[in-house]
């Protein structure tokens, strides 16, 4: 396991409101079990946004239910000791790898396997962040999980950067 020194517990929904991690559970699975036969996917992203000496980070679990729309719920941190955008970058992967780490683990202590989960990272093939791509995403792929990254990484670049 990777940072398992904490878990992600606050989370805010623009639908729910403010959440612990068994309301987000709680939440997840009702907006799942109201339409069982449909296509789903579970997203996890993050991204972050340097200020001063600290950087801000926001992690999201988008719950998307294919071309029928989604909820999601959001979570936010701040670091102090991150000054350069590698930094951010690795951290950003690691707080998306605990909290799909953690959402797994919550999902099969209910006993329920069959769950289509990604990781979105906001890195692509512009900008300066195209020199971490095989890094980042050979980091992620290594863990276990699917991964995408810019311009199909929304979960990261759009649902949590509306929210750093």
């Known amino acids: 396991m990777i940072m398992k020194d904490f878990n992600f517990n606050e989370f805010r929904s623009p639908t729910h409101g403010k959440l612990d991690f068994d309301g987000v559970l709680e939440k997840l699975l009702g907006y799942m079990g109201v339409a069982p036969g449909l296509?789903?996917?579970?997203?996890?992203?993050?991204?972050?946004?340097?200020?001063?000496?600290?950087?801000?980070?926001?992690?999201?679990?988008?719950v998307h239910r294919k071309n029928k729309g989604g909820i999601y719920f959001w979570s936010k941190r701040h670091e102090t000791s991150l000054h350069t955008l590698r930094d951010r970058i690795y951290q950003e992967a690691l707080y998306s790898l605990r909290l799909a780490e953690q959402l797994i683990e919550n999902l099969r202590a209910k006993e329920i396997i069959d769950y289509n989960l990604t990781i979105h990272v906001d890195v692509g093939p512009?900008?300066?962040?195209?020199?971490?791509?095989?890094?980042?995403?050979?980091?992620?792929?290594?863990?276990?999980f699917a991964v995408k990254t810019k311009p199909d990484s929304y979960g990261a670049s759009s649902v949590a950067d509306r929210h750093t």
């Not at 296509?39 to 988008?62: C, K, N, Q, R, W």
């Open 39 to 62: 296509e789903y996917e579970l997203i996890i992203g993050t991204d972050s946004m340097p200020s001063g000496h600290e950087a801000e980070f926001v992690s999201a679990i988008v």
């Open 126 to 144: 512009n900008g300066e962040t195209k020199k971490l791509i095989n890094e980042v995403v050979g980091m992620i792929k290594g863990s276990g």
